[in-house]
Each structure stands twice: as C-alpha cells, then as structure tokens.
C-alpha cells in the first residue's frame, strides 16, 4: 500500500515513511516496527541495541577523516496518535494508514496521517543510509510511547547515548527552529459514584457532540476551537432543569488531543423529553454562533432509547459530577511574559468517562514552569475533593530550558540563510517535546529542534506540506555536513 510515496522527493525519506505508513504503530504497539528497523540496519551493516525500555538506537561510523567530529544523535518518536473518524472503521493496531496527495498537501483517509513523529524518523533512518553524506559519527534515537506518557524518554537509558549534539526532528513549522518547550503532567481524577434503578416515569435518552476539528492540545490549544467534553458537560448542566441523571459518558480518547466528540446516556421524565430536545436544539446552534469560524461543523442531538439502563446516578451525585466537570479548569491559563505570544500555562480536558458508576478524567497540563504544573494540579485536587473523588498526578516530565546563545543554533540560523533565504524564527513551543527529559538525563547536550510543516496534528486533518518536506531534508543534511567540517570539529 500507499505505493506513490515512493515518487516524491525526497525519495529516501518518503520510501521509510511508507513503511512507517503500513506498519501500524499506535503507542504501545511499536514491536512489529522495532523489529523491521532492526533487520533493516542489519541489512545496512548499522550497530543497533535497545535499552531497558525498548527504545531503539541505532548507530553509523563517521566518514573517513571525520572521526574526530562531534557525535550526532538524530531523535524522533516510533508511535503516532491514534484518531479516526466516529464513522470510519480503523484498527490502528493492524491497518495501514493510507495516504493521498491533495494540492501539495500529504493526508491520510479518515485517520491521522502520522508525520508526527513519521517523517522525523524517516527522516534519521534515510540520513543512516545516504552514501554521499559527509558526517561524524552518527546516533538515531528512536524512543516508544511519546504521545501517550513520554515513557520512551523518561525511561531512557543514562550514560547509553555518546553524541555531543541532538537534532530532534519533531517539530511542525518550516522556518521555524525551537530552543524550549513546555514540561507537563497527567492529572488523573477518579471516583466510584452511587447509582440507583431509573424510576417508572423515567426513560433514557442519548446525547451526542460531534463534528469538532480538534487539534493537538499544546499546539492548537489557543485557537479557540471547541473541546468536546466542556461543551457536553455545559449542555448537559443546561438539561439539569428537565431532571436529569447521568448513566454513561465517553469523551475524548487521549489526552493530548483535543476532543472532537463526547456522548452522554441520561435518563429524565418521560414528559420532559420533547423540551429537552427543543432545548439541544437551541443550544446546538448558540454553540455554532461560538464557534463560528472556528469550529463550523458543530452538531448536537438528543435520540430517545428503546431500553432504559439498569442503573443510572443518584440524582445528587449526578449534579455534583456535572457541577464539578463545569467548574474544572480548562484551555489557556496565562501567556508568557517573558516569551511573547506562547503560552505559558494550559491543561486539556482529554479524556472523561462514566461507566456503572465509575467516573475517569485525565487531563493534560502544560507549563514553561514546572511550579505551574504542580499548582494547576492541585486545583484540579481541591476541586474534586469536593465530591469525594481521588487525583493523582501521572507521567510528569520537565520543560526544556532555552539556550539562545549557543553554537548549534548559531550554524542553523546560518544554513537556513544560505540554504532557504530567510532567517528562521527562533522559538519555544508549548507542547511537549522529549528535549527536556533528554536535557536532564544528558545536561551536556545541544539541542535544537526542527521540521516540515504539520499541521492538524492529533486528528484526521493531519497533513503535510510536501514542499517544506524537501526544505526540511536539504537543511538536516546540510547541517550534519557542517558540523563534520574541519571548523566544526576545531570549535565543539
């Protein structure tokens, strides 16, 4: 499948992201890719070893005479987000994504495309087999389960990886190169809630948000798009007035994207359905106004069910939770007054569920400080103390502190003159990349990062501009050549 990849440019870098295209690799489920990119660099006579988590490193000799260079690690992630569309059936456990070109854009059918993190690790793995690359010793790291937990880089390996500089290829703007990033935490909150048999006048209804464009929750979370689960929970809190009670609730399905729909089983009195609906329907399109602009595709709708559930919440515990989940924080906290235009703090409501009785939020929250994370958190904990509920804070991991001054970026700001023209912008991002773990298990490194332009990552509308793809390869090359030339091994 997805055989036209392999007639774009460059060719190299599209024939691996093929493979990656056709080998499902969801995270938790990068083996079956491991063990391809292990026979491949066999096949390429490449040292490769794993460490204790699983991450994969696979490494390169330096071209005669370069022995003496500064040791390049060339980092990206395995796995990819895992979104399809509610009406498109797609196991990302065992079907390939596929793929097609539209108007200089690469998508995917109904699902995420996965160039995050694909095209950077195709990317390494087309650098490791290029015979006319000039090059020091070089090091592609390639670290598991980034979208889920950054568990491959917390768990990384100490005093495993030997190269002085660090290339991650993980970011999503051409012309652009990052220095920083956000640290962030999972706030976990969980609660086993009372339930009760629905009484004889009650019947049960589904509540459905969809239609939402969604986005990734660091890069997109300032755009003022919709987030599925605090747009249910407002209407569902508009519902209280017909008597309500939740039975169930499933929205969002990881909790670094942005939610793109939510679905609530509730039963209510029989005599009030028909004001409800009217009411969804009012709402429905007081959200679109909202959202104009933004989010244009906005749906609501309220479907009466044959079967009425065994069990649905105690009338107060269903008022609490939706009190709670209203009053919870969410979206943009505080912008950076030291870095002007990126966000400082934000958490995502990603994923909340209720089933039999058993409620299960996690949110993700971001920060440029690591004390920030801790005191959203902890709001979070006060908050829903409040219902008696559990918080615990999940898979923290720190922020990467900006190092304008330094050579590497000096020698990309130079190449990206030479090479496109233009001075590229230097940025912090406020998503999470794997550069502030790997800075504090590696404080010796230099690090930057750099990438084509992705944009509708963590969702269906993910797409890359094949035109920045080429940009991107012309500058990675051209950077690891400096840095194996005889100024470069004089001055690191």
Not at 422 to 451: N, Q, T
Request: proline letters at 5%; glycine letters at 10%; one cysteine or more.
């Amino acid at each position: 499948m997805n055989e036209h990849l392999e007639q774009l440019a460059p060719q190299p870098l599209w024939r691996h992201f093929r493979t990656l295209c056709n080998t499902p690799r969801p995270s938790g489920h990068e083996a079956r890719l491991v063990a391809i990119l292990e026979r491949w660099a066999e096949r390429q006579g490449l040292a490769h070893d794993r460490d204790d988590f699983g991450n994969l490193r696979i490494r390169k000799p330096a071209s005669p005479g370069r022995e003496a260079a500064p040791g390049v690690i060339l980092q990206g992630h395995l796995d990819m987000v895992a979104q399809a569309n509610a009406d498109h059936p797609h196991d990302f456990t065992r079907d390939p994504i596929e793929t097609y070109v539209d108007a200089g854009w690469l998508r995917a059918r109904h699902t995420t495309l996965g160039a995050d993190n694909g095209l950077g690790v195709a990317a390494a793995l087309a650098i490791l087999e290029d015979g006319t690359l000039v090059h020091g010793p070089l090091e592609a790291l390639f670290t598991l389960e980034e979208e889920t937990s950054m568990g491959g880089a917390l768990q990384l390996a100490e005093n495993w990886l030997e190269g002085k500089v660090l290339l991650n290829l993980d970011s999503e703007d051409r012309g652009e190169v990052f220095i920083g990033c956000a640290g962030g935490a999972d706030v976990v909150v969980e609660a086993q809630l009372p339930m009760s048999g629905p009484g004889a006048d009650e019947v049960a209804v589904r509540l459905s948000l969809t239609g939402l464009v969604g986005g990734h929750s660091g890069i997109d979370i300032h755009r003022g798009r919709g987030n599925a689960n605090r747009l249910l929970v407002r209407v569902l809190r508009a519902l209280e007035a017909y008597d309500i009670r939740l039975v169930s609730y499933r929205g969002g399905t990881l909790r670094n994207a942005l939610p793109r729909e939510a679905f609530a089983t509730l039963v209510l009195p029989a005599d009030e359905v028909a004001a409800a609906t009217n009411r969804v329907a009012a709402l429905e399109q007081e959200l679109r106004g909202e959202l104009a602009g933004v989010d244009e595709k906005l749906a609501l709708a309220l479907t009466p069910l044959e079967a009425r559930p065994a069990q649905a919440l105690h009338a107060h515990a269903s008022g609490m939770l939706l009190a709670a989940l209203n009053a919870a924080p969410y979206g943009v906290e505080r912008m950076s007054s030291t870095v002007p235009g990126v966000v400082e703090t934000s958490n995502n409501l990603g994923v909340v569920s209720l089933d039999e009785g058993r409620f299960h939020l996690c949110a993700l929250v971001r920060s440029l400080r690591d004390s920030a994370v801790s005191a959203m958190a902890d709001r979070f904990r006060g908050l829903f103390d409040l219902i008696g509920a559990r918080t615990r804070v999940e898979h923290a991991y720190p922020g990467w502190t900006p190092a304008p001054d330094s050579d590497l970026l000096a020698r990309f700001r130079r190449l990206h003159r030479q090479q496109v023209g233009s001075e590229p912008a230097v940025k912090v991002i406020h998503a999470g990349l794997e550069c502030g773990i790997l800075a504090g298990k590696y404080p010796h490194l230099e690090m930057i990062s750099f990438g084509p332009s992705i944009r509708g990552a963590h969702s269906p509308d993910e797409r890359v501009e094949l035109s920045s793809v080429e940009e991107f390869w012309t500058l990675l090359r051209a950077l690891i050549e400096d840095l194996a030339d005889d100024a470069a091994v004089r001055k690191i």
